[in-house]
């Protein structure tokens, strides 16, 4: 998270492992929790990772020696990158990372924290391919070009609403994963929408407008 004041060489990579599992849990909360306001990361992580690095020593003996509590966590990342803050967009940030780069990250712990992450919620999210996600630059220069608002709803991103890259064409139907057919959504849209054609989302939106829920900016 950031540079850090000590030479990369120095660092202990296996006690400070808790950095990757927590880039890992927030990568998924982004993608699979949709901070739209109603969950801040912040309160999710402090919630989640004393659980996971609780559950996790059974497959990862080194967790033992983890940090016990997300405050534990802020305070060795920010004491060991000279007092420089951590903030939700830059946790998110690299959490999204983890999605679309093959770090480290991804190959040695990414696999168990997602398989927590699955038991823990009692779900399945199914098959990660990077390469059907978008570069963080593109999601970017749309959020920028959208004004800092989502495509499809009058939400606007924030430290707690952080920009999702969309296929506006959805990839089931043959879209492509490129500058052309990406667009910056909340993750809440990015997850309501699905693989409907943009259109058909978009009069899906405008009937919930219609009830007084959410609906598109005009």
Not at 62 to 80: K, N, Q, S, Y
Not at 94 to 116: C, M, Q
Not at 164 to 184: Q, S, Y
Request: proline share 5%.
């Amino acid at each position: 998270m950031g540079r850090y004041k000590n030479k990369r060489e120095l660092i202990n990579w296996e006690r400070s492992s808790f950095l990757m599992a927590i880039k890992a849990l927030a990568g998924l909360l982004h993608r699979y929790e949709g901070r739209t306001g109603e969950m801040d990361l912040w309160r999710r992580m402090e919630e989640l990772y004393p659980i996971m690095q609780q559950d996790i020593q059974n497959i990862l003996p080194m967790a033992v020696d983890w940090p016990h509590t997300f405050e534990e966590v802020r305070g060795v990342t920010e004491a060991a990158q000279g007092g420089k803050k951590i903030t939700p967009r830059k946790l998110g940030g690299r959490g999204d990372v983890v999605f679309r780069k093959g770090y480290n990250e991804k190959s040695i712990l990414f696999p168990d924290v997602l398989t927590w992450y699955e038991a823990h919620r009692g779900i399945s999210t199914g098959n990660i391919d990077p390469r059907h996600s978008f570069e963080d630059w593109m999601v970017k220069q749309r959020a920028k070009e959208q004004l800092n608002r989502c495509y499809y709803c009058p939400i606007e991103f924030s430290d707690n609403v952080l920009p999702v890259g969309d296929h506006l064409w959805p990839r089931a139907l043959g879209g492509r994963t490129d500058l052309a057919n990406c667009v910056a959504t909340d993750a809440r849209c990015n997850q309501q929408k699905g693989t409907m054609p943009p259109d058909d989302f978009k009069r899906k939106l405008n009937k919930l407008l219609r009830r007084g829920r959410r609906g598109l900016v005009s």
